[in-house]
C-alpha cells in the first residue's frame, strides 16, 4: 500500500470514490509512512493513529452506504500546531502551552472533519510561528527531506516535511510573514497565503492578528485549491473575515490546465526582488520559468515596488508589536503551564512572570522585547507609527504594479534551504531571509509559493512565488496549475519524485504496536 | 548603534512579565540594538502626509445578532487551567503583603 502515499489527494480521491481503496486503507498507509520515517525527519508532534483510523472507518461505511461526501472525504491530512484542534494537544510549538488540548476547534478544522478529512496529526512549527527554519521549535528541529542536514523552512516546517516526503497528501499552514509559502520554497511543494480575511483564523493561535492568515499545504496546485475550497469562506466567529462569495479554486485550477490559459497573462517581475542577495541557481531557475512563460504567450513586465525595501523592516515592528500584545494571554491562569518563582513572594504578577521565562524559548522572549520596546512611550510614533505608514507605502506599490499587470512574481525565497544553525546567531540574518514574502502579508494580498526546478551549485528545491490583487486567489491558482503544467511537461516528472528515498528508521520494541 | 541599555532591557521585561536572567538581559541588549538599528529606517519614508494603515482590508463595526449562542461549559473552559478551585480558576495572590 506504500504507493497510496505517492498520490496526490486529487489522486487518492478518486480511488476512494470509486472505492477501490477504502479510508481505512489510505489511512494505515500514511500512518505506517510516518512510523518509518518520521522519528528521523519529525515533521509530526503528535500522531493521532488510532483517531485517524477510526475517522476514516466513519468515513467508508457512510460512503458504503451510498452518502455522497465531500471528494476529499478520506483523505489524510497533518494540521500545524497553530490550530486548536479538541482532540489532540496544540502547542504552538511552545514548552508555555505543553500538553494543552483545547476545548473547541478552529474553524479550518471544523471545516476538514465535516467535509470528512481524516486528521493524521500536529505538525511542528517554530516556537508561535516565530522563526523561518523550524529551529525554534520547543520541540526539537524537522529535518528536510531533501537534505536531513538543512532547515525545511519555516514557521511551517513540520506540514512542509511532511507533504514533501509523503507522509500526507495535504497540510495546513499559517503564513504571517512567509510561513507557508517559504517552506513550500524549501521543500520542493505547494504552499498557498490566501488573501487576508479569506480563511478564518478562529482557533489559530494569534501571532500578528493583522498579518496572520490560515492556508493550504500540498505537493501540487490543484491539491491545495481543493482543500482552499474546503476551508475559505465566511466565518462569523472570526470579525476579520471577509463575507465576499469565493469562486472555486479548484475550478480555477483546472482552468490552468487548457490550452493558451497563459496567452496574454501579464506578469510582473518585481525589480526590487532580484539581484543582489539572491542565490545564483534561485535567479538561474526563476529566469528560465520566465522563459518557459513568454514561450506560452504570457507578457513579462518589469515593476518597481520602491518601498518594498522598507518592508522587512516595518514588518519587524508591526509583528512584534501585535505579538507582544497577543502572547500576553500566557498569564498562567487560563491555559498552560504555571511556574512558580524559586524566591520571592507568590504572587499573580510574580508566578506569571516566572512561568513566562520558563515557558518562552529566546526568540519569542526576543519579539516580545522588541514589541514592548516599539510601543513604548517616547519611541511609538518614530517605529510602529512609521511601520504603519510604511504598510499604506507597500500597499500602493502594490496598487500602482496591479496596474499595469495581472500577476507578480519573485523568487519565493533568496536562497535554498540553509544549514542548521547558519542564521540562528544573527536575528537579522534569518528576518532577511523573508524578504520576498513579508510585503504579501503587510498588504494583505494573496501569494503561492510553487517549486520551479533544483539550483544547479547544491541540488536543493527553488520556488517561484506568484501574487495577484487582493480577493483574486482564483487568479493563483490558474496560473499556478499552467506553470506546474508546463514544468513537469518539460522536465518528464514530478518535483518531488526527484527527492532522495528516506530509509525507514529502526523500529524499536518500545514504540507503539512494534512487538 | 542605537542607545539600548541593560537597564532599559530590565524595564522591558518586566513591563512585560518576563523573568530574564543577567545573561539574557546581555544578549537582549546586544540583540535588540542591532535590530533596532536595522529597523530604524521606517523613519526615513513615513513622511508626515503619509496615513498609516493598521489593517490590510479594512472593516469597520462587525456586529452579529444579538441572541444565544453556544459556547463552552464551564468545564470545557477550565479543562486547561493549571489550578482550579471548583467552577472557578484558582490564582496566586493578587496583592503582596509588603
Given amino acids: 500500500m506504500t504507493y497510496l502515499t505517492k498520490l496526490s489527494a486529487a489522486a487518492l480521491s478518486e480511488l476512494l470514490v470509486s472505492k477501490q481503496v477504502s479510508a481505512v486503507e489510505a489511512t494505515s498507509a500514511h500512518l505506517d509512512h510516518i512510523t518509518a520515517v518520521d522519528t528521523d525527519l519529525h515533521a509530526f508532534l503528535h500522531v493521532a493513529g488510532e483517531a485517524a483510523l477510526a475517522t476514516a472507518a466513519q468515513i467508508d461505511a457512510r460512503r458504503a452506504a451510498g452518502e455522497v461526501l465531500n471528494p476529499l472525504a478520506g483523505v489524510p491530512i497533518a494540521i500545524k500546531d497553530v490550530l486548536a484542534t479538541q482532540d489532540m494537544p496544540t502547542t504552538a510549538g511552545s514548552k508555555i502551552l505543553e500538553g494543552w488540548v483545547p476545548p473547541y476547534d478552529a474553524t479550518v478544522v471544523a471545516r476538514l472533519r465535516a467535509a470528512g478529512l481524516v486528521p493524521l496529526g500536529k505538525t511542528n512549527m517554530d516556537e508561535f510561528a516565530m522563526g523561518s527554519s523550524t529551529e525554534h521549535s520547543a520541540y526539537g528541529i524537522t529535518r528536510n527531506p531533501w537534505d536531513r542536514d538543512r532547515i525545511p523552512g519555516g514557521s511551517g516546517g513540520g506540514s512542509a516535511a511532511a507533504v514533501a516526503s509523503f507522509q500526507a497528501p495535504l497540510a495546513l499552514g499559517s503564513d504571517t510573514g512567509g510561513s507557508i509559502r517559504q517552506p513550500a520554497a524549501v521543500t520542493g511543494s505547494v504552499g498557498v497565503k490566501p488573501t487576508y480575511g479569506g480563511v478564518s483564523r478562529y482557533g489559530a493561535i494569534a501571532l500578528a492578528s493583522s498579518l496572520d492568515q490560515v492556508g493550504p499545504v500540498s505537493r501540487t496546485v490543484y491539491d491545495a485549491a481543493l482543500l482552499h475550497d474546503v476551508i475559505g469562506g465566511h466565518d462569523p466567529l472570526d470579525s476579520t473575515s471577509l463575507t465576499d462569495s469565493w469562486p472555486s479554486m479548484a475550478a480555477a485550477a483546472r482552468d490552468g490546465l487548457k490550452d493558451g490559459a497563459l496567452t496574454g497573462v501579464r506578469i510582473g517581475v518585481i525589480k526590487e526582488l532580484s539581484g543582489d542577495g539572491f542565490q545564483a541557481g534561485v535567479t538561474q531557475r526563476f529566469n528560465e520559468t520566465l522563459a518557459l512563460l513568454v514561450a506560452a504567450g504570457a507578457e513579462i513586465i518589469e515593476v518597481s515596488a520602491p518601498n518594498f525595501e522598507y518592508a522587512v523592516a516595518a514588518y519587524y515592528l508591526i509583528l512584534p508589536a501585535e505579538a507582544s500584545s497577543n502572547l500576553a494571554r500566557f498569564d498562567s491562569v487560563r491555559f498552560g503551564i504555571r511556574v512558580n518563582p524559586e524566591s520571592g513572594s507568590l504572587t499573580s504578577e510574580h508566578v506569571m512572570s516566572a512561568t513566562r521565562e520558563a515557558g518562552f524559548g529566546p526568540e519569542v522572549k526576543r519579539r516580545i522585547i522588541l514589541g514592548t520596546y516599539a510601543l513604548s512611550a517616547g519611541y511609538y510614533d518614530a517605529y510602529y507609527g512609521s511601520a504603519q505608514k510604511v504598510r499604506t507605502l507597500i500597499q500602493r506599490d502594490f496598487a500602482a504594479a496591479f496596474g499595469q499587470v495581472d500577476v507578480l512574481m519573485s523568487p519565493s525565497a533568496p536562497t535554498t534551504a540553509f544549514k542548521f544553525g547558519e542564521k540562528l546567531a544573527d536575528p537579522m540574518a534569518m528576518y532577511i531571509n523573508d524578504v520576498t514574502t513579508i510585503p504579501a502579508n503587510l498588504a494583505g494580498v494573496p501569494g503561492m509559493s510553487i517549486p520551479i526546478g533544483l539550483a544547479p551549485e547544491d541540488g536543493l528545491p527553488v520556488g517561484l512565488q506568484i501574487m495577484a490583487p487582493a480577493k483574486a486567489d482564483a487568479r493563483l491558482y490558474t496560473v499556478g496549475a499552467a506553470i506546474e503544467q508546463l514544468l513537469e511537461a518539460s522536465w518528464g516528472h514530478t518535483m518531488l519524485s526527484q527527492a532522495p528515498a528516506l530509509t525507514p528508521t529502526e523500529m524499536f520494541a518500545s514504540e507503539e504496536g512494534a512487538v | ?98
Fill in chain 2, 1 to 98: 548603534m542605537s542607545e539600548i541599555t541593560a537597564e532599559q532591557v530590565a524595564h522591558l521585561a518586566y513591563l512585560a512579565r518576563i523573568d530574564l536572567s543577567p545573561l539574557e538581559i546581555t544578549n537582549l541588549t546586544h540583540d535588540l540594538g542591532q535590530i533596532v538599528d536595522s529597523i530604524a529606517k521606517v523613519s526615513e519614508v513615513a513622511t508626515a502626509d503619509t496615513p498609516a494603515t493598521s489593517h490590510p482590508m479594512p472593516l469597520t463595526n462587525v456586529y452579529r445578532e444579538d441572541v444565544v449562542v453556544p459556547s463552552l461549559t464551564v468545564e470545557q473552559a477550565l479543562s486547561g487551567a493549571p489550578d482550579r478551585a471548583g467552577d472557578k480558576f484558582r490564582v496566586p495572590a493578587i496583592l503582596d503583603e509588603e
